[in-house]
Structures are given as structure tokens and as C-alpha cells.
């Protein structure tokens, strides 16, 4: 049975580091005036189940027609993976962050360790895509070549963990690659996109000795975040954008949970989704342009800050620009 391009709404979460160009450069509805640090695009987490305007949610379709959101390849390996004890539900959590301020300095547990540190079933392994920075921008990504755990324990009673962490200025278009077990911050006017896996393991190592809303400090997770952290990973450096033009594709990241490419369209240049696939399920988050999407019932415009996705079961579908959107696929 086929399946058409599935839109679903953003569920918008206030965050203390966040600010408004959700709205003010994607085009957001925020319901309020506080601070919006998240827009959760397409999620199968607890906390947000993902719904389409019309009130289908995706723990529904990946209930009752998951061979048709991903395709028997995909459904099969699945279908495997649970029967080794691995969790199975919807592998993505797709979102755009507004980053005015500095996230704290945190690492995310792997799939083992979020199971014996939280009892959850998923680590969280991400990565990064810049759509804008200010000058002001800053992302850190991994420890300074040689940093040891007992390096990292003295900063943190100093309250300079930033000596130990590796920086560098965000250009639009950068990827960042961010394994579960990557130290990792970013703020000071960054707005991004990201996809990692379904999970929302998250351990505050340092948090800029700020407060949180309710004026006291934020906790800290400091044994947790040092039992986590991969020391031996040293620098995280930006995948810089390749920049080809009309009818490029760049794979900027091939993990286990998702594989991540960039593709860029000329005004009037198409390019086949469902080639693209393979006959698995597809994301597609559009960064830059407008792009018309072809499809059954009739073609759709979208502009940046638009996440679609496209099952498996779905027979005809083009992208065609000018724009530059990214693929998400297994």
C-alpha cells in the first residue's frame, strides 16, 4: 500500500540558553515570550510522540504500518535487532536548536551505559548541521589532545573546564559529528540542526555557574558525565561544506542509527527522494531556498525550517529547487 510525504507538527520547547529565531528565522509559532531553545520536528520519544495535523501520530503509523514507513530491508533488520534486546521503535529524533546562549557542558551516555546508569534503552549519538552562527558563536567538541580525567576533575573544582575542551568558531553548512561519549557545548548565536537517536540521555558535566529559571542552580551530573566520557577521542572537527553547487550530494556522517547527507539544488534542478532511498524510509529537513516537493496529490512548497518525512511505501516523490535540504536515512 502506498504512502504519501508525511508533515508533522513541531512540538516547541522552552530552554534557559534559547532565544526566538526559531521564529524569527524559521518561521516557528512560539507561543509565548520566554526563551525557545528547541523544535522538536519528528519524534517517537516519550516525552513528544510527533503528530500530523490532522491528529496521526507516528507511534500509531509505527504500530500499524511500519513495513510501510520503512520499507521489509529495514523492517527485517528490526526485526533482528529486537530479537537481540535492542530497542526498536522510531529510530530518529530530528529537531532544530536556537542556541543564543551556551548549552552546558555535557556528554551523552552510549547504549550500554544508558541502560545501567538510567535504565533507558538508547544512548544518544548526534550530530550537527549549522544554519547560521554570530560572531559570537562558539561550538566545543571534544577534549584537547592529552586531556586525562584527572585534567578534567581539576578545571571542573576551578571552574574552567573549557581549558580542556576543544573550540572553534561555526561556519554555516558545518557538521559536526557527535558520539555518545563527545564532550560537547555550543551557543553564542547558533542555530542548528540536529538528528540523533530516539533518546533524551543527557549528563551536565559544568553549566557556567548560571541558575536556572527558578533562580538556583541547575543539578549537575558530574560522576555520571566523567564515567561516560570517551577520553580517548580527543578533537571534534567541523565537516566543512563541500560547496559543489547545482546537483551536489555530500555524505557528512555513516553511523550505526543514521546515515547524513547534504544535497543542493540549482532553481528549477530536481532530484528523486525515492531513488535516493532505496526503498527505506527517508527524512528530508530543508536548510536554505524554497523547495517544491512532487508528490501525490500535488506539489508542495517548502521553505527553510520544514521537515518532511517520506515512507518507504511512497512511490513518487521529487525534490526541486532552488535549495539546499538534508537526508536522513537508516
Known sequence: MTMPPLVFEPWLRPQIWGGRALADRLGKRLPDARPYGESWELSGHPLHVSRTADGMDLDRLWSE???????????????????????????????????????????????????????????????????????AGRIYAGLRPGVTPADV?????????????????????????????????????????????????????????????????????????????????????????????????????ECDYFQLSRVELGAGERFDAVEAAQGELAAWIVVDGRAALHAEPAPVGYTAGSTVLIPAACRSAAWEGPAVLLHVGP
Open 153 to 253: 576533575e581539576r578545571h571542573l573544582a576551578a571552574g574552567t573546564i573549557d581549558a580542556c575542551l576543544h573550540e572553534f568558531a561555526p561556519q554555516t553548512g558545518d557538521c559536526v559529528f557527535i558520539p555518545a561519549g563527545t564532550v560537547h557545548a555550543v551557543g553564542g548565536g547558533v542555530l542548528m540542526a540536529e538528528v540523533q537517536q530516539t533518546s533524551d540521555a543527557t549528563f551536565r558535566l559544568f553549566d557556567w555557574n548560571r541558575v536556572g529559571p527558578d533562580g538556583k542552580p541547575r543539578a549537575l551530573h558530574r560522576e555520571q558525565s566523567l564515567a561516560c566520557i570517551d577520553f580517548a577521542r580527543g578533537p571534534v572537527s567541523p565537516i566543512r561544506s563541500a560547496g559543489s553547487g547545482r546537483g551536489a550530494v555530500q555524505r557528512l556522517v
Open 65 to 135: 504500518r511500519r513495513q510501510d514507513l520503512i520499507g521489509p530491508c529495514q523492517s527485517a533488520r528490526l526485526d533482528a535487532r529486537e530479537s537481540a534486546g535492542f530497542p526498536t521503535g522510531f529510530p530518529w529524533l530530528i529537531k532544530f536548536l536556537d542556541c543564543r546562549e551556551l548549552l552546558s557542558v555535557q556528554v551523552h551516555p552510549n547504549d550500554r551505559q544508558a541502560r545501567r546508569l538510567l535504565g533507558q534503552e538508547s544512548g544518544k549519538t548526534e550530530a550537527w548541521v549549522v544554519l547560521a552562527s554570530e560572531p
